[in-house]
């Protein structure tokens, strides 16, 4: 193998790992708040670019009614003003939708609001509930489980539209920047590297600093504590899942020209992603998106060396990472 | 024997014969819920999740295709080599695996699922690829081949009822308590004698098995083996029917099987009547589906359905308790002694020499002001922490660094700050946890029922120890009926059932009335006299004071001051540490 | 207990009121294989309005009942039991290989005849106790394979590179494309797998291109088939690309735009059916049905992939007339789905789209090389025909 090969495999891998990378953010961040293993944002970052693709050939995507029908089961759940946001946002949205029929520009702005509307409703349909009903403390681990299980039925669902919305085929909208930059790495494929570090610094940034932000993560810890900090953990699970779906949705309009989208692409993305959130024990940012590339990393070169294995070689390097990381673990048993 | 109604399952065949196609779905009912009872003693007892079982299917299903199509030996020799491969399987896997914590379980097991399906699809010369092994013989018992839907369900059906008895006796014996106990709290458990990383492997073991029995009633279903049955997205399918009816009940996973394994083939019927045109909405629904019964059922299906009743026995014990174990040996012995115990979180000294004996018959009293290092040194003296200096020694035995699990079953007993019970079980059953380490029937005497004998004196000694306490009338409640204060006598009529001698209370009164409190006094002043020695840690002055042979005061990780509770009371340095705090 | 008498009551009526003949049809019509099934579903509606307008078949009522497989093994057979025991006189499907070898059994077990839309050689060869009874339309990957490698051949091809699905798919291709080779004196020089939910391929591009292969065939379906040309494009391959004829429906060419343009793959006859020859025998029948397809679901919506189904009941509806002379399905089934079965072997010279069909005892597929594959070359984002083997 020589300088050229390592050198082109390095940046397929970092240009992979930085998508899981992305998705693992989310995934972290939805965790952290919500304890909920978000399996269906593979869905939600495939439904981004299916409906911009869609818009763009003047078609109302199916998405739109999806998103309009949960805004709907959202505003029956919600009491008195809480009403506003789901109503104002799906008559917004519907609005939106019409006038980017055509509109490369609006299409984009759409496709991305439907989907953290979509991210949103779908946390205050399906898993607030449930988190609701699930007393304090009794059970954690169940209730864990049980919200895997509701995202891997959401999974389920969301796939299961996906195919009846977009067909079984793959689309690739245009670019939005054409050409390369260097050999190996497209100007599209810089936007999505840049795209990335400045959502892992702004997350970072965000948790860190802001007032906002700490609370957030407060939410996810002590329920009194954020309800004392002013910070209803509904609106903090809210929060998190739109800050996932605005990622999700951006990371892949960005990315669907690279990869073409297509309804089924999504689990995959968002398994590995999962992966690299564990290898960042499901709490840190910046070790779960250096995990994410080194899972791209491994990938790129064991599809090199062994394609037909890849994907056993990938899952099966997790076991000592993940055995380095239980024995980091803190407690003796929990 | 209510027990064996479960072979009524043996009459679906005929009932279901004038429908050809239910007989099929029977077969595979049989199938899923065996992987569905994988889960329940995996999820449901043991409190691990496991994305990995459809592999463990898998590698079975497998050896006997191979076995059978390739070398064209015996089905049954099929099973043979598929149930060992799988346990020896399960046997490697749970060895690196079981010992993981949180996630990292469920995430390594979607690891070794994605290698094995990928390693069945690719190892073309010994596995057919993707593309599979054909022509399985069909199984055949005492000559009849068991070539039809209809024959084929008794077999299955019938290893389905095998199963759920043997289970049923798994939940219903030490083990099963302990597995429940472990999965609410490890510490509890191993406080009680049980060792949560080899149960927790055993339990993979069984889980692991019984899947590979699954997978083998498959392979010769089907006659044929291609690795998409085995994928992770057949796993997951298994874990979302276990958890959909009720993962933590056997009637709950096999109810989850039905459910699941009907719906998909109702839905094919219902929902082109019902949208008016044929199209791919099966898995739009099914998904919807499972998200409906968890918003309206997150335990699942069947707790809503028979309520929220513990699935432990309905009846009192009648058998004969455990040999007493009366504490004998001289009053006034040391028993449990510690030396210059040392503990430092980080930066901060917790422990910092603390010396203090305890002898046989006397109630000592450790008290101290809030984080002066009580409960880090009584959690170094039960094991649960590792000291980092110092030794501990109990009967005169050094247990210096060993696992709680290790030290109980030499004669020490502890309780909780917030009382530890378990609300899957009944009262008796919690109580009866405690004579884990006094029994003995291991996983293969509890599954084949053997245990019972065993079981019913287990029982009656915690009922003893129930009626001790005071509690025998709410022998068979849900334990989290009990009100706090019933809490705590469970815990003690726990100690009572593990014929521990040496009993470590950690605040007995936090949260009692005062008449509860008084009852507790007079208790612990009985048992003391009986030749128990007590330990009791805690801040409460007039319980400990009232109670006490001896105090040993702390402040600041170190021991102050010791002696009889009117000496401790006169020391200036106990006085200015309580008035300190209380001026703080 | 009242309501199951109810319900026997209803199925014996329904045996009662018989006349009907039911096929029964098992599609992939989500999941991996959902871009073969859906075609293939699609066509069933087109195939009922026919026969419907016929008014059936021998005066009889054809009812199809179609059943998503899911791309799944455990469910093909489910769903076959299933058709078996509601009295399907035949079925239909379905997509994927593992799925109709799993399938095979079942039909065998109960006696029922089986036409499969699967391509994979394994299902019909050899034809013994229990391929005896199965059929299916589509082309091997063995005869595919072989119309390739004559391509390759007659270029000048010396050493081949090879890509494809890591599923049934592209181990199928790569076996039998192989052996092929092996046949033909090319060397492989490279077998690199994929998966179809991969966003990214330039390990195995980067490991083919240092080869240096003359030319390197893509095994695998639909769109994810552009992916690898895509990146063995970028990568800065030049030499020839095949693909398979699995990606021969009009999403491939939209997907894959510029970068697609020049590849050449191998096709049944009907995907240029109005460039063919008017000698070729499939043409008629092809333009029929492509017509028929696009009235229904728009123009350039057909793949050849709907066309196996209808090929398959092109074969099916001559065997149930004559069939239908020997027994009565209402009266005995078994007999009347054995007889159906020799008819159905007794298949001479029906021309369909893909190919004529002539199954004999020991040749289940029914196919002649020459009339079944052409090739062709993308050329300004259409299908263009390059070779005929007439």
Redesign the interface.
């Given at each position: 193998?020589d300088a050229t090969?390592l050198g082109?495999?390095l940046l397929?891998g970092v240009?992979?790992g930085v998508?899981y990378g992305l998705l693992a953010l989310a995934m972290v961040l939805v965790f952290a708040v919500t304890r909920v293993i978000l399996v269906p944002i593979g869905e939600l970052m495939m439904f981004a670019p299916l409906s911009f693709v869609w818009l763009q050939g003047g078609k109302l995507p199916g998405t739109l009614w999806l998103a309009l029908a949960l805004g709907a089961l959202w505003a029956l759940l919600e009491r008195g003003r809480g009403r506003g946001l789901p109503l104002v946002g799906g008559a917004g949205l519907l609005l939106l939708f019409l006038l980017a029929r055509g509109s490369p520009a609006l299409a984009y702005l759409a496709a991305l609001l439907l989907v953290v509307y979509l991210g949103v409703a779908t946390y205050r349909v399906?898993f607030q509930?449930?988190r609701a009903?699930?007393p304090e403390g009794?059970h954690r681990?169940?209730?864990v489980?049980?919200l895997?299980?509701?995202a891997?039925?959401?999974?389920?669902?969301?796939?299961?539209?996906g195919?009846?919305f977009f067909?079984?085929?793959?689309?690739?909208p245009d670019p939005l920047l054409q050409g390369e930059a260097t050999v190996?790495l497209t100007w599209q494929g810089v936007l999505v590297l840049a795209f990335a570090l400045l959502s892992a610094a702004a997350l970072y940034l965000f948790f860190r600093r802001s007032l906002f932000g700490k609370a957030l993560l407060a939410a996810a810890e002590n329920r009194l504590g954020a309800r004392l900090c002013g910070i209803r953990p509904e609106e903090a699970g809210m929060v998190a899942f739109a800050i996932a779906g605005l990622m999700a949705a951006l990371s892949g309009l960005l990315?669907a020209p690279?990869?073409?989208a297509?309804y089924?692409?999504g689990?995959?993305?968002g398994?590995k992603a999962?992966?690299a959130a564990?290898l960042g024990g499901?709490v840190s940012y910046p070790v779960a998106f250096l995990g994410a590339v080194l899972v791209g990393l491994f990938?790129?070169?064991?599809?090199?060396?062994a394609?037909?294995?890849?994907?056993?070689?990938v899952?099966?390097l997790?076991?000592p990472a993940?055995?380095y990381?239980?024995l980091r673990?803190k407690?003796?048993?929990? | 024997m209510r027990r064996y109604l479960w072979f009524s399952l043996l009459l679906l065949p005929f009932l279901l014969s004038p429908f050809p196609f239910y007989l099929t779905l029977l077969n595979f009912f049989a199938i899923a819920a065996l992987v569905a009872l994988s889960l329940y003693v995996l999820t449901g007892l043991g409190g691990m999740t496991s994305f990995a079982q459809a592999a463990f299917m898998g590698v079975s299903a497998y050896a006997t295709a191979l076995l059978t199509a390739r070398a064209s030996l015996s089905p049954w020799a099929g099973l043979a080599l598929g149930l060992g491969l799988t346990v020896a399987f399960a046997l490697v896997l749970g060895l690196l695996t079981v010992r993981l914590k949180g996630h990292f379980l469920p995430l390594s097991t979607i690891a070794w699922q994605v290698a094995l399906y990928i390693l069945a699809g690719n190892l073309v010369g010994l596995t057919g690829g993707h593309t599979g092994l054909t022509d399985l013989p069909p199984l055949s018992l005492f000559g009849l081949p068991l070539d039809t839907p209809f024959r084929y369900a008794f077999l299955g059906l019938f290893l389905l009822a095998l199963g759920v008895l043997a289970l049923k006796n798994l939940r219903e014996s030490r083990l099963g308590r302990a597995l429940l106990a472990l999965r609410g709290d490890a510490l509890t458990a191993a406080s009680f004698g049980v060792d949560p990383a080899a149960l927790r492997l055993k339990a993979f073991l069984l889980a692991g098995g019984i899947a590979g029995l699954a997978g083998f009633l498959y392979a010769h279903f089907l006659r044929f083996v291609n690795p998409t049955p085995f994928s992770l997205e057949a796993s997951i399918k298994y874990l979302v029917m276990a958890v959909a009816g009720g993962v933590g009940t056997i009637p709950g996973v096999l109810l989850g099987a039905a459910l699941f394994t009907g719906l998909e083939d109702w839905l094919k019927d219902l929902l082109p009547l019902l949208l008016g045109r044929q199209g791919n909405y099966e898995t739009i629904a099914y998904g919807l589906v499972l998200a409906g019964i968890l918003l309206f059922a997150p335990q699942g299906l069947w707790p809503l359905l028979a309520g929220r009743r513990p699935s432990g026995r309905k009846a009192l014990p009648q058998g004969e308790p455990l040999p007493p174990r009366p504490p004998s040996g001289r009053r006034g012995e040391v028993v449990l002694e510690a030396r210059g115990l040392r503990k430092a979180f980080g930066g901060l000294i917790a422990v910092n020499g603390v010396s203090l004996a305890l002898r046989r018959g006397e109630i000592l009293a450790l008290i101290g002001p809030n984080g002066a290092g009580k409960s880090t040194t009584f959690n170094l003296l039960t094991g649960a922490l590792p000291p980092d200096g110092g030794e501990v020694f109990l009967f005169g035995k050094e247990i210096t660094g060993l696992p709680p699990h290790r030290i109980h079953p030499l004669g020490l007993g502890r309780t909780f700050q917030h009382p530890h019970v378990f609300p899957e079980m009944t009262v008796l059953e919690n109580a009866a946890l405690a004579t884990y380490a006094r029994t003995r029937a291991g996983f293969v005497r509890v599954l084949l029922g053997l245990h019972r004998k065993e079981e019913e004196r287990a029982l009656a000694t915690a009922y003893e120890a129930l009626r001790r306490v005071g509690l025998e009338g709410l022998a068979l409640e849900r334990a989290d009926r009990l009100t706090a204060g019933q809490q705590r006598l469970l815990e003690l009529a726990r100690l009572l059932a593990s014929g521990a001698e040496v009993l470590l209370l950690d605040e007995p009164g936090a949260g009692l009335r005062a008449g509860e409190k008084r009852e507790l006094a007079k208790l612990l002043l009985a048992l003391a006299r009986e030749g128990y020695s007590v330990l009791i840690v805690d801040h409460d002055m007039d319980l400990v004071m009232g109670l006490a042979d001896r105090v040993v005061v702390m402040n600041y990780g170190e021991k102050i001051a010791e002696g009889t509770p009117e000496e401790v009371q006169k020391n200036p340095l106990v006085r200015a540490a309580y008035l300190g705090e209380e001026a703080a | 207990m009242k309501r199951w008498w109810a319900v026997l009551l209803v199925l014996a009526l329904s045996a009662w009121a018989q006349g009907t003949l039911k096929v029964g049809v098992v599609v992939s019509a989500t999941g991996p294989a959902a871009s073969l099934g859906i075609p293939e579903r699609n066509t069933f509606p087109l195939i009922q309005e026919m026969v419907d307008r016929q008014g059936g078949v021998a005066g009889r009522k054809v009812e199809f009942v179609i059943l998503d497989d899911a791309s799944d093994t455990t469910q093909a057979v489910r769903n076959t039991r299933r058709l078996v025991e509601e009295g399907a006189v035949a079925i239909v499907g379905t997509a994927t290989t593992p799925a109709s070898l799993g399938m095979i059994p079942v039909v065998a077990e109960a006696k029922v005849p089986m036409i499969s839309l699967a391509a994979g050689k394994e299902i019909i060869h050899p034809v013994d106790a229990q391929r005896f009874w199965v059929f299916k339309t589509p082309q091997t990957e063995e005869l595919m394979a072989r119309a390739i490698v004559a391509d390759m051949a007659a270029r000048g091809v010396k050493t081949v590179g090879y890509i494809g699905f890591n599923d049934a798919y592209g181990e199928g291709w790569a076996r039998f494309f192989e052996a092929e080779l092996k046949a033909k004196g090319l060397q492989l020089v490279a077998s690199e797998r994929y998966n179809r939910t991969d966003t990214s391929v330039t390990g195995q591009a980067l490991r083919i291109i240092t080869r240096r292969p003359d030319a390197v065939l893509i095994g695998a379906s639909g769109t994810p088939a552009v992916l690898p040309q895509r990146t063995l494009k970028e990568r800065g391959y030049r030499g020839l690309i095949y693909q398979t004829h699995g990606v021969a429906n009009p999403d491939f060419l939209r997907v894959g735009g510029r970068d697609v343009e020049g590849t050449l793959l191998p096709a049944g006859p009907i995907l240029v059916a109005e460039q063919l020859p008017s000698t070729f025998p499939s043409k008629r029948v092809a333009l029929d049905y492509i017509q028929r397809y696009e009235a229904k679901y728009g123009i350039g919506s057909y793949s050849t992939f709907g066309a196996h189904a209808w090929d398959a009941w092109l074969i099916l509806k001559p065997a149930l007339e004559r069939a239908l002379k020997r027994a009565d399905p209402a009266r005995d089934l078994a007999a009347f789905r054995a007889a159906l079965r020799d008819e159905l072997e007794a298949t001479r010279g029906v021309v369909a789209t893909q190919g004529v069909f002539t199954f004999t005892k020991e040749d289940h597929l029914g196919l002649r090389f020459e009339d079944a594959a052409v090739m062709v070359r993308v050329e300004n984002g259409r299908w263009k025909l390059e070779r005929v083997f007439r």
């Amino acid at each position: 193998m020589d300088a050229t090969i390592l050198g082109l495999l390095l940046l397929d891998g970092v240009q992979n790992g930085v998508v899981y990378g992305l998705l693992a953010l989310a995934m972290v961040l939805v965790f952290a708040v919500t304890r909920v293993i978000l399996v269906p944002i593979g869905e939600l970052m495939m439904f981004a670019p299916l409906s911009f693709v869609w818009l763009q050939g003047g078609k109302l995507p199916g998405t739109l009614w999806l998103a309009l029908a949960l805004g709907a089961l959202w505003a029956l759940l919600e009491r008195g003003r809480g009403r506003g946001l789901p109503l104002v946002g799906g008559a917004g949205l519907l609005l939106l939708f019409l006038l980017a029929r055509g509109s490369p520009a609006l299409a984009y702005l759409a496709a991305l609001l439907l989907v953290v509307y979509l991210g949103v409703a779908t946390y205050r349909v399906f898993f607030q509930p449930m988190r609701a009903a699930s007393p304090e403390g009794e059970h954690r681990g169940a209730t864990v489980l049980a919200l895997l299980i509701m995202a891997v039925g959401l999974h389920v669902a969301y796939q299961g539209l996906g195919l009846v919305f977009f067909g079984p085929e793959q689309y690739r909208p245009d670019p939005l920047l054409q050409g390369e930059a260097t050999v190996g790495l497209t100007w599209q494929g810089v936007l999505v590297l840049a795209f990335a570090l400045l959502s892992a610094a702004a997350l970072y940034l965000f948790f860190r600093r802001s007032l906002f932000g700490k609370a957030l993560l407060a939410a996810a810890e002590n329920r009194l504590g954020a309800r004392l900090c002013g910070i209803r953990p509904e609106e903090a699970g809210m929060v998190a899942f739109a800050i996932a779906g605005l990622m999700a949705a951006l990371s892949g309009l960005l990315l669907a020209p690279l990869i073409n989208a297509a309804y089924f692409m999504g689990f995959m993305l968002g398994l590995k992603a999962f992966v690299a959130a564990i290898l960042g024990g499901l709490v840190s940012y910046p070790v779960a998106f250096l995990g994410a590339v080194l899972v791209g990393l491994f990938e790129s070169f064991t599809s090199f060396y062994a394609s037909a294995y890849k994907e056993a070689l990938v899952f099966l390097l997790l076991v000592p990472a993940l055995f380095y990381q239980s024995l980091r673990a803190k407690g003796v048993e929990e | 024997m209510r027990r064996y109604l479960w072979f009524s399952l043996l009459l679906l065949p005929f009932l279901l014969s004038p429908f050809p196609f239910y007989l099929t779905l029977l077969n595979f009912f049989a199938i899923a819920a065996l992987v569905a009872l994988s889960l329940y003693v995996l999820t449901g007892l043991g409190g691990m999740t496991s994305f990995a079982q459809a592999a463990f299917m898998g590698v079975s299903a497998y050896a006997t295709a191979l076995l059978t199509a390739r070398a064209s030996l015996s089905p049954w020799a099929g099973l043979a080599l598929g149930l060992g491969l799988t346990v020896a399987f399960a046997l490697v896997l749970g060895l690196l695996t079981v010992r993981l914590k949180g996630h990292f379980l469920p995430l390594s097991t979607i690891a070794w699922q994605v290698a094995l399906y990928i390693l069945a699809g690719n190892l073309v010369g010994l596995t057919g690829g993707h593309t599979g092994l054909t022509d399985l013989p069909p199984l055949s018992l005492f000559g009849l081949p068991l070539d039809t839907p209809f024959r084929y369900a008794f077999l299955g059906l019938f290893l389905l009822a095998l199963g759920v008895l043997a289970l049923k006796n798994l939940r219903e014996s030490r083990l099963g308590r302990a597995l429940l106990a472990l999965r609410g709290d490890a510490l509890t458990a191993a406080s009680f004698g049980v060792d949560p990383a080899a149960l927790r492997l055993k339990a993979f073991l069984l889980a692991g098995g019984i899947a590979g029995l699954a997978g083998f009633l498959y392979a010769h279903f089907l006659r044929f083996v291609n690795p998409t049955p085995f994928s992770l997205e057949a796993s997951i399918k298994y874990l979302v029917m276990a958890v959909a009816g009720g993962v933590g009940t056997i009637p709950g996973v096999l109810l989850g099987a039905a459910l699941f394994t009907g719906l998909e083939d109702w839905l094919k019927d219902l929902l082109p009547l019902l949208l008016g045109r044929q199209g791919n909405y099966e898995t739009i629904a099914y998904g919807l589906v499972l998200a409906g019964i968890l918003l309206f059922a997150p335990q699942g299906l069947w707790p809503l359905l028979a309520g929220r009743r513990p699935s432990g026995r309905k009846a009192l014990p009648q058998g004969e308790p455990l040999p007493p174990r009366p504490p004998s040996g001289r009053r006034g012995e040391v028993v449990l002694e510690a030396r210059g115990l040392r503990k430092a979180f980080g930066g901060l000294i917790a422990v910092n020499g603390v010396s203090l004996a305890l002898r046989r018959g006397e109630i000592l009293a450790l008290i101290g002001p809030n984080g002066a290092g009580k409960s880090t040194t009584f959690n170094l003296l039960t094991g649960a922490l590792p000291p980092d200096g110092g030794e501990v020694f109990l009967f005169g035995k050094e247990i210096t660094g060993l696992p709680p699990h290790r030290i109980h079953p030499l004669g020490l007993g502890r309780t909780f700050q917030h009382p530890h019970v378990f609300p899957e079980m009944t009262v008796l059953e919690n109580a009866a946890l405690a004579t884990y380490a006094r029994t003995r029937a291991g996983f293969v005497r509890v599954l084949l029922g053997l245990h019972r004998k065993e079981e019913e004196r287990a029982l009656a000694t915690a009922y003893e120890a129930l009626r001790r306490v005071g509690l025998e009338g709410l022998a068979l409640e849900r334990a989290d009926r009990l009100t706090a204060g019933q809490q705590r006598l469970l815990e003690l009529a726990r100690l009572l059932a593990s014929g521990a001698e040496v009993l470590l209370l950690d605040e007995p009164g936090a949260g009692l009335r005062a008449g509860e409190k008084r009852e507790l006094a007079k208790l612990l002043l009985a048992l003391a006299r009986e030749g128990y020695s007590v330990l009791i840690v805690d801040h409460d002055m007039d319980l400990v004071m009232g109670l006490a042979d001896r105090v040993v005061v702390m402040n600041y990780g170190e021991k102050i001051a010791e002696g009889t509770p009117e000496e401790v009371q006169k020391n200036p340095l106990v006085r200015a540490a309580y008035l300190g705090e209380e001026a703080a | 207990m009242k309501r199951w008498w109810a319900v026997l009551l209803v199925l014996a009526l329904s045996a009662w009121a018989q006349g009907t003949l039911k096929v029964g049809v098992v599609v992939s019509a989500t999941g991996p294989a959902a871009s073969l099934g859906i075609p293939e579903r699609n066509t069933f509606p087109l195939i009922q309005e026919m026969v419907d307008r016929q008014g059936g078949v021998a005066g009889r009522k054809v009812e199809f009942v179609i059943l998503d497989d899911a791309s799944d093994t455990t469910q093909a057979v489910r769903n076959t039991r299933r058709l078996v025991e509601e009295g399907a006189v035949a079925i239909v499907g379905t997509a994927t290989t593992p799925a109709s070898l799993g399938m095979i059994p079942v039909v065998a077990e109960a006696k029922v005849p089986m036409i499969s839309l699967a391509a994979g050689k394994e299902i019909i060869h050899p034809v013994d106790a229990q391929r005896f009874w199965v059929f299916k339309t589509p082309q091997t990957e063995e005869l595919m394979a072989r119309a390739i490698v004559a391509d390759m051949a007659a270029r000048g091809v010396k050493t081949v590179g090879y890509i494809g699905f890591n599923d049934a798919y592209g181990e199928g291709w790569a076996r039998f494309f192989e052996a092929e080779l092996k046949a033909k004196g090319l060397q492989l020089v490279a077998s690199e797998r994929y998966n179809r939910t991969d966003t990214s391929v330039t390990g195995q591009a980067l490991r083919i291109i240092t080869r240096r292969p003359d030319a390197v065939l893509i095994g695998a379906s639909g769109t994810p088939a552009v992916l690898p040309q895509r990146t063995l494009k970028e990568r800065g391959y030049r030499g020839l690309i095949y693909q398979t004829h699995g990606v021969a429906n009009p999403d491939f060419l939209r997907v894959g735009g510029r970068d697609v343009e020049g590849t050449l793959l191998p096709a049944g006859p009907i995907l240029v059916a109005e460039q063919l020859p008017s000698t070729f025998p499939s043409k008629r029948v092809a333009l029929d049905y492509i017509q028929r397809y696009e009235a229904k679901y728009g123009i350039g919506s057909y793949s050849t992939f709907g066309a196996h189904a209808w090929d398959a009941w092109l074969i099916l509806k001559p065997a149930l007339e004559r069939a239908l002379k020997r027994a009565d399905p209402a009266r005995d089934l078994a007999a009347f789905r054995a007889a159906l079965r020799d008819e159905l072997e007794a298949t001479r010279g029906v021309v369909a789209t893909q190919g004529v069909f002539t199954f004999t005892k020991e040749d289940h597929l029914g196919l002649r090389f020459e009339d079944a594959a052409v090739m062709v070359r993308v050329e300004n984002g259409r299908w263009k025909l390059e070779r005929v083997f007439r």
